[in-house]
């Protein structure tokens, strides 16, 4: 007879009341809850749950409670962002397919919870995310004795090709070489449960890339992610046996279950999925790891409860921002921005501790993709713009709203992703020019090579090996300067200890200095222009101002972070670095200015030769870079920017990642910012009011949450240096309580109420005199 996994043995009915003992929560967080009070047609009307790096989305249809796992870091050979499958719970008698329903995402302990009564019987099923282990706890408490059935189901139970846009979720995107698969896990029952993985084959598309790209010789020192990586997890329940397999079919996905049920009624049942990602030569080191993580979980299972707990309350106690508080008003357009700002935080905070940085296109929650675009029936492991693929000008906007925010600290995925690429990125320079710097494209692999697909497979003879061949993203280096300086901000914020992250930051500095003075002397006798500054040619604003000449958005990215540099605490920096710093600085061209309609304007570029997208990087000087802004000089030159460009005005939008919200509010325009940032925060139109997109990217579109929480934090507070601007962009007939952190390790707490600072708390209290309130 085989012997039950210890974990089994444990009992956890009593967690179910635990949440009712942490602190109870603010009035005005609670009314920030999603509640539903009937069942969802299918998994696009899903409701997201998670903590640590995991992500959940959970429905019920159909009389049965579901929900797709996603982690953090899951990538297989094509860089495929896999989810780690769905999990479908049926219970007998069955509280939900009839009676009264509601299931409800509990922000104050982070939760979902889900509510069936039919008669005198009612039952609870709980749903909950272990934020320090990778572990989900299902917990079904009932009023009279009821069967369980918990199984794992899986579309990657059979090697799978993908064609055609499919390959729009991998690295290969258009240009798949050869024919492209997703190979299958390995699924199995053990220890009378479930257990799931996939592990990475020898060959992947890191191996395609270096190859395409001309780092062959190098390819031994180049970090690879995808090398011998194994990921997966086990669904065990307590007193729960194998039951069997089954086959089915979800919307456009064939798939095959493996069952567990209840080996008797019982009024309380519970089960936990343990997930595990490791990178080991062999399935049975994984195990074997996995076998740890199950082992943690057994230990005190009421205090890991009860650190979760503390970890949300700490975090919605950090920081928030309710509109019309005390006014329930879910048909008004800002009450649902003030609301949805807190839900789109809440899915951030899913992924703090994740391996990998939480993805722009989707994060951890996304679901099938016939319910964004009918056009594409794939599997639950699509997302558009690629898994592993890192976009810069996207991946900004969803960690930028962080500082602000107070979670500094989980900007680490973020961050540690750039600092594992940092050798390659080096490489690429040394290999192609011979000269020192890291050269980070827009769009790279996290092993920091370009996207093979946007390197161009088709290449003229002789092209710079160096250069992806593309319209779009030629010359287009400058955007790892804003997780440059995002960095450095840590330290003013938060007070964070930036020196690990400064040999990263001076690498991509050395990197524009080296290569812009190595292309002017293929052009030319000189490395510099008559007086004495870098000629940026050829450069790009964005990816649409082309072939540009001193680009407006490179001369400020590398002003503002080498001004940043400098102005770090002493002890930060050598002398000679600094005196390297200052002389760098020196060489950095002013900006362009130009006249339109008899106003002075920020130029895009002093010259560029064609527009390709429908971006505004003439106004990063305002967002990202801070240049221009509420209390700097020169305010009108920026605004007229904002009014009188004519590429502005056109490009102007709310939708994805359009950041004019963010402009209007960092000028001070309260009326556009209002109107821009509402349209961005509003209900989605998804049952899901936080399920945003799929605007230019994929649903549910994380940079379109992050901008609109950029906006409205810089409608509430903007700083200058020591200078803090309360309300520079907010409306007077919007009441509003919040709380946000200010450099120097400051944060500002007011209460804003009919027209007038009602309360003002700011800490430390010495920082008080630098607050400027702009009713």
């Known amino acids: 007879m085989k012997r039950a996994c210890p974990l089994l043995l444990w009992c956890c009915s009593w967690l179910a009341g635990l949440s009712a003992q942490a602190q109870k929560p603010s009035p005005e967080l609670a009314a920030c809850n999603i509640t539903w009070t009937s069942a969802s047609r299918n998994a696009g009307e899903s409701m997201p749950c998670g903590g640590g790096d995991i992500g959940l989305n959970v429905w019920v249809e159909k009389g049965d409670v579901l929900f797709y796992i996603a982690r953090s870091g899951t990538f297989d050979e094509n860089n495929s962002l896999l989810k780690l499958g769905r999990v479908r719970l049926r219970l007998t008698p069955n509280p939900f397919e009839r009676g009264t329903f509601k299931q409800e995402l509990a922000l104050q302990t ?41 199984s794992y189901e899986s579309w990657r139970y059979a090697d799978r090709a993908t064609k055609g846009k499919e390959n729009n979720q991998n690295s290969y995107k258009w240009a798949p070489q050869g024919n492209v698969k997703t190979r299958r ?6 220890n009378q449960g479930v257990e799931f993985f996939h592990q990475n084959g020898p060959q992947t598309v890191f191996d395609v890339t270096v190859q395409q790209q001309g780092l062959a010789g190098a390819k031994s020192q180049l970090y690879n992610p995808l090398h011998e990586l194994v990921f997966g997890g086990a669904l065990l329940g307590r007193n729960m046996v194998p039951a069997g397999t089954y086959a089915g079919q979800y919307l456009n996905t064939p798939y095959q279950g493996w069952k567990l049920k209840s080996r008797a009624p019982a009024r309380t049942h519970s089960m936990v999925v343990a997930l595990q990602t490791a990178t080991v030569p062999t399935a049975m080191q994984w195990q074997q790891q996995l076998q740890q993580t199950l082992l943690a979980t057994e230990q005190n299972p009421k205090a890991a409860r009860q650190r979760t707990l503390d970890w949300w309350r700490d975090y919605w106690n950090r920081s928030f921002i309710y509109i019309q508080p005390g006014k329930l008003a879910p048909q008004a357009p800002e009450w649902q921005a003030g609301r949805n700002y807190q839900l789109f935080r809440y899915m951030l905070g899913c992924n703090a501790f994740g391996t990998s940085p939480t993805k722009f296109n989707g994060g951890l929650f996304t679901y099938d993709p016939v319910l964004t675009d009918s056009t594409l029936k794939f599997t639950p492991d699509f997302r558009n713009w690629g898994g592993g693929t890192h ?53 790279l692999e996290n092993f920091g090579l370009p996207n093979p697909a946007e390197y161009n497979w088709k290449r003229p003879p002789g092209f710079d090996p160096g250069m992806e061949y593309n319209a779009w993203l030629e010359y287009e280096w400058d955007t790892v300067l ?157 605004i007229n920017t904002y009014r009188y460009d004519a590429d502005v005005q056109k490009f102007r939008s709310h939708v994805g990642w359009k950041q004019h919200n963010i402009f209007a509010a960092r000028l001070g325009l309260t009326d556009e910012a209002a109107e821009l940032t509402v349209g961005k925060l509003k209900d989605s139109g998804r049952r899901f009011p936080a399920f945003w997109g799929p605007g230019y990217d994929w649903a549910p579109d994380h940079n379109w949450g992050g901008s609109g929480m950029i906006g409205l934090q810089e409608m509430l507070l903007q700083t200058d240096d020591r200078k803090i601007y309360l309300l520079p962009a907010w409306p007077k007939t919007w009441d509003v309580h919040f709380k946000l952190h200010a450099p120097y390790q400051t944060t500002v707490e007011a209460t804003f109420r009919n027209g007038k600072v009602q309360e003002l708390k700011v800490l430390p209290e010495s920082r008080r005199k630098d607050v400027v309130v702009m009713e």
């Open 185 to 190: 896990d390995s699924i199995r029952f053990r």
């Open 110 to 150: 982070g939760d979902v919870r889900l509510t069936g009564a039919v008669g005198n019987q009612s039952v609870q099923v709980h749903i909950w995310v272990d934020v320090f282990r990778p572990v989900v706890h299902v917990e079904i408490t009932g009023s009279s004795k009821l069967s369980a059935e918990a």
């Open 391 to 443: 976009t810069a000008q996207n991946q900004r906007l969803v960690y930028w709203p962080m500082l602000k925010s107070g979670d500094a600290a989980f900007m680490k995925p973020q961050f540690d992703f750039y600092l594992r690429l940092l050798r390659n990125a080096e490489l690429r320079s040394q290999t192609y020019w011979r000269h020192p710097g890291a050269c980070f494209t827009e769009q």
């Open 482 to 638: 804003e997780f440059c300086l995002m960095m450095l901000e840590t330290e003013r914020y938060a007070g964070q200890d930036v020196a690990n992250y400064l040999p990263f930051v001076q690498s991509c500095l050395t990197f524009f200095d080296e290569h812009y003075q190595y292309l002017a002397r293929q052009r030319g006798a000189k490395a510099l222009d008559g007086e004495g500054h870098l000629v940026l040619y050829p450069g790009s604003g964005a990816e649409t101002y082309k072939m540009a000449n001193n680009s407006t958005a490179t001369i400020t990215g590398l002003r503002t972070v080498l001004t940043r540099l400098l102005a770090l605490p002493p002890a930060y920096g050598t002398p000679a670095q600094r005196e390297q710093w200052a002389a760098m600085l020196a060489r950095i061209p002013a900006i362009s200015l130009r006249e339109v309609q008899g106003h002075a304007t920020i130029a895009p570029a002093k010259s560029w030769e064609r527009i390709n997208n429908v971006e505004s990087p003439q106004l990063y000087p305002v967002f990202p870079w801070g240049i221009y802004g509420v209390g700097q000089p020169d305010l009108a030159t920026a």
